[in-house]
């Protein structure tokens, strides 16, 4: 498995999710968000043969921190005193992922390239500062099965988007 960390870009959006009808307004640490992150992330995998699939496993984890941040500044959400990092709890969530850049360097023999599965990384937990509960179904990224035959194939890059639906989790500060 690769862990990918460099980024062509990045997009957010970030709004409150609306109430059905008739729903009491929660409390402010309570409110449902939908977050989208979109963008491409850098990959370089090369393939190894003209005869078999190397087969991978890539992750990465876009910024979350930013769209965060701004609701909570744009919203006017108080910031527990206790609170030393934000997290995001999903509730519900549709990921996509797709070849975004390949390259064949030579005659191509046999080239192939695919992206044949996406999935969450592992949920993970964490305190949160207002509760002082345990929360889980944090974010923490999302794993991509690729696939390149052709040993001077590529694939360079893959572009995601990905829509969450949860809520902002304001975690203890570490001593």
């Not at 087969?55 to 108080?78: E, K, M, Q, R, W």
């Not at 995001?88 to 599965?117: E, H, M």
Request: net charge negative.
């Amino acid at each position: 498995m690769h862990v990918l960390s460099r980024y062509w870009g990045q997009n957010w959006l970030i709004t409150p999710a609306a109430l059905a009808v008739n729903e009491q307004p929660p409390d402010v640490y309570e409110q449902r968000w939908l977050l989208v992150l979109t963008g491409v992330v850098d990959a370089s995998i090369q393939g190894n043969s003209p005869h078999q699939w190397l087969h991978d496993t890539v992750s990465f984890l876009p910024d979350t921190i930013s769209p965060l941040n701004y609701a909570i500044d744009h919203y006017g959400i108080p910031r527990p005193a206790t609170s030393g990092s934000l997290a995001f709890s999903v509730d519900q969530w549709a990921p996509f992922a797709s070849l975004s850049s390949i390259f064949d360097a030579g005659p191509s023999d046999n080239a192939g390239f695919a992206v044949d599965v996406w999935r969450p990384t592992s949920f993970t937990e964490v305190g949160d500062a207002v509760t002082g509960q345990v929360v889980g179904n944090i974010f923490g990224g999302i794993d991509v099965d690729v696939a390149v035959r052709d040993s001077d194939a590529w694939i360079y890059r893959i572009g995601y988007s990905i829509t969450l639906l949860g809520r902002i989790v304001f975690t203890p500060q570490i001593p």
